[in-house]
């Protein structure tokens, strides 16, 4: 019988269980198991382990909800930081980066974006074309163009932001997402996202796909259906990538902060043309809800007591809240619960 602590944390709504392997020892734990049959009952869309490697660096493991693992995760590795900034005093400074998937992500204490929420910024190379193309599609880069496979209309923007990433603007109100009465409908949304994981001789590792639309100047709306999960609140590496896509297709300037909002808040993408290629700062909140224990007994996960409260829930309900209210006042657009 082994005792894990957790923390149950979110970034702009994202919801995942955060594990310390510096503190707990999850080597007897196999995780993808774990993620793929428990995690329901948290009601979060993936696990997050902090890991250190013989170098000392700070790393992320990411495990979607069925037991994939993942390379990156924009807004797991938000939480991921803070956690080790709490914990360990090396993880502060100018140099502090956080690995995950073999890259290096650095990372940036920023002003909270809302309220008092911790907010961090994750600086993400995205790449375009070379190794990580998917085979059947033109090396040099995939920006707006048709994948007729997938969908004979929308014209998709490939990104890989550390894991693989399909973006399609489409109009505030297509059927493909507001619709003529302003209401988020994902049925359309998500069925794309199915057969796109399905196509594995275009996308061999399968894709996250997001749909994204204008709002104003600098601002866009976007929803994802996320490769091992399904619909989400928000994806971080999604939203960057529409971001970026929105740089790369006119839409919005590089070097230009553009509002991401999505059903779980808003983040900040700032997409820069650098010498290294494009890198998109993400910036969002790192939102602690509950620490808790498991205890994992053969074949059964137990909680052990009740979790208990961390950040104060009043600013991250209210960033979801004010962003769904403005939403609605604004743009006329409407998110309800029970509608996607
Ligand atoms: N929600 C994440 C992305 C999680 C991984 C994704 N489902 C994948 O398999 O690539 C984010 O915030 O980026």
Redesign the pocket.
């Known amino acids: 019988m082994k005792i894990y602590d957790y923390i149950l944390c979110s ?1 702009s709504g ?1 919801r995942f269980l955060l594990f310390d392997t510096l503190r707990s020892d999850l080597s007897g734990l196999n995780i993808a198991a774990f993620a793929a049959e428990e995690l329901h009952r948290f009601g979060v ?2 696990l997050l382990l902090l890991t250190r490697d013989g170098r000392g660096r700070f790393g992320m493991r ?1 495990f ?1 909800t069925d037991g ?1 693992e ?7 590795i938000r939480c991921v930081a803070r956690l080790a900034r709490e914990r360990y005093p090396e993880a502060t400074g100018e140099r502090f980066a956080v690995t995950s998937g073999g890259r290096e992500y650095r990372i940036t204490c920023e002003e909270p974006i809302f309220g008092a929420l911790p907010t961090f910024g994750a600086e993400i190379p995205l790449s375009l074309h070379g190794d990580d193309f998917p085979p059947s599609l033109p090396a040099e880069g995939f920006v707006g163009q048709p994948v007729p496979e997938l969908d004979e209309g929308l014209a998709f923007t490939f990104l890989q ?1 550390g ?3 399909i973006v399609a603007l489409v109009a505030p109100d297509s059927a493909w997402l507001f619709g003529s009465d302003g209401r988020l409908d994902t049925r359309r949304l998500a069925e794309l996202g199915e057969r796109a994981n399905r196509m594995r001789g275009v996308f061999p590792r ?1 894709i ?1 796909v997001s749909l994204f639309c204008r709002l104003d100047e600098g601002r866009i709306f976007a929803a ?1 259906y ?4 399904g619909i ?1 609140s ?7 990538s529409c971001a970026t896509a929105a740089a790369l297709l006119g839409l919005a300037g590089f070097d230009t902060t553009v509002e991401v909002w999505n059903r779980g808040g808003r983040v900040r993408c700032l997409p820069r043309r650098t010498q290294q290629g494009i890198v998109t700062r993400l910036t969002g909140d790192a939102s602690f809800e509950t620490a808790g224990r498991l205890r994992l007994d053969g074949k059964e996960c137990i909680a052990t007591g009740d979790a208990s409260p961390l950040d104060p829930p009043c600013d991250r309900l209210r960033l979801t809240e004010e962003t769904l209210r403005e939403l609605h006042e604004k743009y006329g657009l409407t998110i309800a619960d029970d509608h996607d």
């Open positions: 970034g994202n869309d993936g990411m979607n994939s993942a390379e990156m995760c924009g807004n797991g932001p894991n693989p990433h399968g996250n994802t996320e490769r091992g999960v989400t928000s994806c971080g590496t999604a939203m960057t």
